[in-house]
């Protein structure tokens, strides 16, 4: 397919924010293209190449920039090849490939083409053509429930692939739970307090939220294998807690739960130190408890309600399974009393589940529910401020957006900025961002740095407040940062918290 069909799609695509029209758009667009080219266009519809981060920043692509090409002669292989060059360039002489790499595929794209890819490339796509959107767009072309394609994504990990299977007539109805093949975990909404969290919840299990990394371990044959919740292997650097699970009974597991760091007491110690003890070697500092377990006994369990998960997790991880109570019926005030329960041990709340929810990987929905005393949202880096005063020598005051999957108040996809805040950053902290911000940089006017909107951190509030400032009509009181949502403990910037959870702290 020439490259000039893909950005037409696109274009058409931002330009609308009707849902039926994005999708039917794209189905078009995948239903002409060749299996062979799926994954890299679906890279390239996403703003996220398959081959990951090009290491290709704002002023090399615009210094690099060539005289358009005068017509469209580009196609997606071109430029998934070219891609792949940038890349896999290393070493001595990487600079000069890479330098005519860009020069011979820029140089052969027309105006808009360059356009697409510059902004592909240093990660500044706005297209609204998000993952649930092109799985619709998948399930249409390709005459397939949105169910099956769905569900064969969140199993799979991997949309491209899934599209691709459904394009050569495979049967997605075979793809499984793998042990082996970590899949998106599922995710919480949040309530304000355990009675709103137990409304309308039924029989639920109360547990624990810990002040943790999130930990999905998979032993497959015997071998163990531990990823974090954006599914990198850190194996190697929790061998005790792989042990400990190769000695559980049974075949092969699927467990989901959190480590954290415990101090002599045996109460929790802050966050930073279990990222320490997952930084270094001293990881047998770090203890582990799971909430739920995806495979066990040797079926698939995802499909099952909790209440059977919760059995064989008993029956699997004995002492290891995270604390709570079981509630039969919404009773506001037991749940309350496991939260006074959690936070006087040091954790961060509660988890309120329903005990008929099956495991919705990688959806968040209203059968687990979180609480936590004060309001923390996970937004992404917009931009951040040059530093002044003390701290004139680091980039200091951070730009927060939520985002805005419909395009309710910017465009589809993006996000809405809700504040700012230079609280809570230590030097090491302030030493990191300014280390960090100008690698992912999209310009630069010598007061604020406009940053490519990947990085995500985690920010505390006391409230939110009415705001004419902001598109949203919302801004943060009181923010401070927490952490970043970076290493181990990394979150992608499309399971940053929407505007729409932002306004429901609005007062009246």
Not at 54 to 80: C, F, M, N, Q, Y
Not at 446 to 453: A, K, N
């Amino acid at each position: 397919m020439l490259l000039n069909g893909l950005v037409a799609a696109s274009s058409t695509v931002a330009a609308t924010r009707s849902r039926l029209t994005k999708t039917q758009t794209l189905a078009d667009l995948i239903g002409r293209l060749e299996p062979s080219e799926v994954a890299a266009a679906v890279g390239l519809l996403l703003g996220r190449p398959r081959q990951g981060r090009l290491g290709i920043g704002w002023r090399t692509v615009h210094k690099a920039r060539p005289e358009p090409g005068a017509g469209s002669v580009l196609t997606v292989s071109d430029v998934d090849e070219a891609f792949s060059t940038l890349v896999g360039a290393h070493g001595t002489g990487s600079a000069a490939v890479r330098a005519q790499t860009l020069d011979r595929l820029l140089g052969r794209a027309d105006v808009a083409e360059q356009d697409y890819l510059l902004r592909v490339m240093i990660g500044e796509m706005r297209t609204g053509a998000l993952e649930g959107v092109l799985v619709d767009a998948a399930a249409l072309a390709t005459d397939t429930p949105k169910e099956i394609v769905r569900r064969a994504v969140m199993l799979s990990g991997d949309l491209g692939g899934t599209v691709r299977a459904a394009l050569s007539g495979d049967d997605l109805t075979e793809v499984g739970l793998t042990p082996g093949v970590p899949v998106q975990p599922m995710l919480a909404g949040s309530a304000p307090s355990a009675g709103e969290a137990t409304t309308g919840m039924g029989a639920s299990s109360v547990e624990y939220k810990l002040d943790g990394a999130r930990l999905q371990v998979h032993r497959v044959g015997g071998v163990v294998t531990a990823y974090t919740r954006s599914l990198a292997d850190i194996t190697d650097r929790v061998p005790d807690i792989a042990a400990l699970v190769a000695t559980f009974p049974g075949g092969d597991l699927v467990l989901d739960g959190e480590t954290l760091a415990l101090d002599e007491s045996g109460a929790a110690r802050p966050f930073q130190d279990t990222m320490s003890g997952l930084g270094r070697d001293a990881a047998s500092a770090l203890h582990v408890w799971f909430f739920d377990v995806l495979y066990g006994e040797g079926r698939s369990l995802i499909d099952e309600p909790l209440s059977v998960r919760r059995e064989v997790l008993a029956r699997v991880a004995g002492d290891h399974v995270i604390g709570g109570s079981v509630l039969p019926d919404a009773d506001p005030a037991a749940a309350q009393a496991v939260l006074d329960e959690a936070l006087a041990r040091g954790h961060e709340g509660i988890v309120v589940k329903s005990l008929d929810s099956v495991y919705a990987a990688g959806r968040r929905g209203a059968n687990w529910v979180k609480v936590k005393p004060v309001y923390t949202y996970d937004l992404v880096v917009l931009a951040v401020e040059h530093g002044s005063g003390r701290r004139s020598d680091w980039l200091s005051n951070l730009h927060l957006g939520a985002r805005d999957p419909d395009g309710e108040f910017g465009e589809p996809g993006g996000f809405v900025m809700v504040g700012k805040t230079f609280k809570g950053l230590t030097d090491e902290t302030l030493r990191w961002q300014t280390s960090h911000f100008p690698t992912i940089a999209t310009g630069d006017d010598g007061h604020v740095m406009r940053v490519r909107p990947e990085t995500v951190v985690e920010i505390a509030i006391d409230g939110v407040q009415r705001s004419t400032r902001y598109p949203g009509g919302a801004a943060l009181r009181f923010a401070r940062v927490k952490r970043y949502r970076t290493g181990v403990d990394a979150k992608p910037p499309s399971e940053a918290d929407t505007i729409g959870a932002i306004r429901q702290l609005l007062p009246g």
